[in-house]
């Protein structure tokens, strides 16, 4: 369509206006595009925080509503939409925004880059589910210009679903100047009512079966057991919190779980802190355990998919199989009751970030994406 004021116009498109890794990702990568070289707009199919994010950072950001994977009410709205904003690429986050995207800019002939932030043929599907998702990821992932890969490990299982898949790996990034360990935050623990002297351990996640809350509360019941003075808290909502909040009643831990519901605050949430623990079943490329790490946080999660790309076991993090409550319980006592550990492990994480997982690095190589498919 031609660059407005000589710059490229890029549509970033994600499901939904909560903020989760996806949207983390997103408002990290539009505050830190080069504005002279660049124009982000956002659009999200609902409403939520992140929209209010971007205002807040003069960052366009629209919404047309939907809450399916495949609206054909809405293409013809998305395609009028593109046209409108005179936009050069598009940027989709996951398959649901895909999905709505995909056919209004192959029908003005503008470039699609698509971010997988994790394939939706995760495990835990229906076989029949399963088959359709592949076939789905398949087919929008050959009609883009560009797939993203958020870790080596999606390459590759794209590559071994699809026999045939182009995928770059441009791994996830974090914000130092977000996620400062030497900054000031608001003192959560006064807030919560947590004692000094009591060990802190931190889940940020929604509550979903892909994040796994239970086994959380369950580890946690049994580490208490061996170290009293352990207090747990859960960040987030979802489908599986009244299952969570039943899993800690039944373990007699309610006193020492403390389900605070969705904040924005995650860096203050992430000070107040000792411990950080995802015991997910799978995942892209978790920005909330880089999040965790650029704290300096003593990490434990699960040994799955790009997690495995970020936390070296033993050296910057833990990590332990994915549903087992009785490894998560012994790495939890392990990083309690070894405080030497626990301070390598704090350190070691805060400089794999800065070195390896900055931000500004991620969107370089995004920026260089947008600049070949606009020359």
């Known amino acids: ?50 929209i209010t994010a971007l205002k807040q950072m003069n960052v366009p950001a629209y919404v047309i509503g939907s809450e399916k994977a495949f609206d054909i009410g809405v293409w013809r709205r998305v395609k009028s939409f593109i ?34 932030h994790g394939w939706s043929f995760h ?33 590759q299982t794209g590559i071994k679903a699809f026999k045939r898949f182009a995928g770059v790996v441009i791994r996830n990034g974090v914000s130092l100047r977000k996620f400062n360990p030497e900054g000031t935050y608001p003192d959560l623990r006064a807030e919560y009512g947590i004692p000094a002297e009591k060990l802190l351990i931190c889940f940020i996640a929604r509550m979903t079966y892909q994040k796994d809350p239970v086994t959380m509360i369950r580890g946690f019941a049994a580490a208490l057991q061996q170290v009293p003075q352990l207090q747990l808290l859960m960040i987030g909502d979802g489908e599986l919190m009244p299952a969570a909040v039943s899993a800690a009643r039944e373990a007699g831990v309610e006193q020492q779980v403390i389900f605070a519901g969705y904040r924005q605050d995650i860096p203050a949430v992430l000070y107040a802190a000792d411990i950080y623990c995802l015991p997910s079943l799978w995942e892209g490329f978790p920005i909330g355990v880089l999040e965790a790490m650029a704290m300096g946080k003593a990490v434990i999660a699960s040994d799955v998919d790009g997690t ?18 009785p490894a998560l319980a012994d790495a939890i006592v392990k990083v309690a009751t070894d405080e030497r550990l626990r301070y390598q492990l704090q350190q070691n994480a805060k400089i794999e970030i800065a070195t390896h997982f900055n931000v500004a690095g991620m969107t370089e190589k995004i920026a260089a994406v947008y600049q070949q498919l606009c020359k």
């Open 1 to 50: 369509m031609g660059k407005v004021n000589g710059k490229i116009r890029v549509l970033e498109t994600i499901r939904q206006g909560k903020i989760g890794g996806g949207e983390s990702h997103v408002l990290d990568l539009v505050a830190t595009l080069d504005r002279d070289l660049f124009e982000p707009v956002v659009l999200s199919f609902t409403e939520g925080p992140m």
């Open 83 to 116: 046209q409108q904003q005179q936009i050069d690429v598009v940027h989709v986050h996951g398959t649901r925004a895909n999905s709505n995207v995909l056919w209004a800019a192959r029908s003005l002939g503008l470039p699609v880059v698509y971010t997988i």
């Open 123 to 155: 495990e835990g599907l229906h076989p029949l589910t399963k088959r359709l998702r592949i076939a789905a990821e398949k087919f929008i992932t050959r009609k883009t210009q560009v797939n993203i890969c958020v870790s080596e490990s999606n390459r």
């Open 308 to 325: 495995k790309e970020a936390v070296k076991d033993g050296e910057n993090g833990l990590l332990i199989p994915a549903e087992n409550v």
